[in-house]
């Protein structure tokens, strides 16, 4: 039997969906997708199709047709949502590009214990139940120096278990001046509220001081907190306390005191020539009883939140059934685990850790890719736009250091015309990169499109994707910038 188009009927006779189920061309299909769901695509298809009859062409018919049209449909249908991108921000831990990318270890680490039973929460000594943060706790204490550590999911859920478990229904005392919103809903007085605390706010927004702190305790005090300012910095006529006065404070009044560092690091930063953020086991070394800390900002591991400090504050946390709601799985603690042993090995840290490499990049590195990357695009571009490499300031994100840029060089790309038309075309561009197979996020800067090349380490996948971005000749005289369909 012939299948498609009978040649001799005004309407072409239809092959069932059976039929083109099992014919040559719909082959390739089925095996790459199965066959319930070609079926259900192909039925939908030729619905659609039908309803078309004098519209569509009978050629819409034949299974060779078909089965390019339901491949493709499949094909996008089964593409992740979630898929890898060229981050050419500028911002090295970008929350919404995904923060820190792992070391290979932690990656091999992860796929090792997704494969196979691990010792999750089994005591290998004893054979009984054992406790999931164990497999880290020894290397955290280490490197911060510690008594005991917990893991939850991520900083949010660290500060939310400490003020849950110390302060419910009392009074956490917090400078006015520290009562930030990190983004993505966490403001530390709507945490505080849902964490069944009450927010006690000391001295001002630029200015608070140790007898600030002092004046607030009351019996209804359970807490004396600190917050990273993270994400912005008061400059001007400005005091906060430091650490250990706070820690003092709390001490003398037989008070616990709990600083959340946000992005928290465990190496001094100055040693590759950054800025300096306060470490976790400088903060601990103050005197502060607790700090947490995300595990995929500084500390270049995978998304989760570290609880460090007294073992007896630790314990209790680790009591609150909160903490199991909000514990982290194996994937992130193999990560984790295998991130820390890095740590141990400060000289080849900056090597193996892709976050501190990333940072610390010599300036003449970046600016090799981004000399290669703006030879692409001129190619590409053609007369139409100018692509030349520029100094630019990366940032670290994720709150650290928000103000300091690190020297950078990038791509600037702009068209000719006036400052309008330039915008139009930046915004243009910055749509059809993102459109490319790999694609390109970069940013719009004062009429042109900017791609910081700190984070481009290997730029062939994209300098390959970008034979996809095609320079129309557009339809009324005006040239524009197009992705491929
Ligand atoms: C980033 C940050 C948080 C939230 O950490 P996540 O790991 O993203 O949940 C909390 N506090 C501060 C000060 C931060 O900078």
Redesign the pocket.
Known sequence: MSLGVAPSASRPRIASVDELLESQALGSVVARHGRVPVRDALREHLDVLRAEWGSAPASAFEPATLALDIGRALDQAAAPSLRPVANLTGTVLH?NLGRALLPEEAIEAMARVAREPCNLEFDMDGGARGERDAHVQAQVCQLTGADAALVVN????A?MLVLNTLATRRSVIVSRGEL?E?G?Q?RVPDIMTRAGARLHEVGTTNRTHLRDYAEAIDPRTALLMK?????YEIRGFTASVPMEQVANLARDRGLPSFA????GTLVDLRAWHLPHEPTVRETLAAGMDLVSF????LLGGP?C?IVAGRADLIARLRRNPLKRALRCDKLTLAALGEVLRLYGDPERLVARLPTLRLLARPRADIARVAAELADALQARLGDRASARVVDCASTIG??ALPVAGLPSAGVRIEASGSRRERDRQAARLLVALRALPLPVIGRLEEGGVLLDCRCLEDVAPVLRSLEALRVDAAPASKKELAPHP
């Open positions: 929350t991520n900083n949010a859920a500060v930030v990190i993505g966490f917050v990273h300012p993270s994400n959340d560092l946000g992005s995300s595990g995929d900002k998304q939140g994720s709150g």
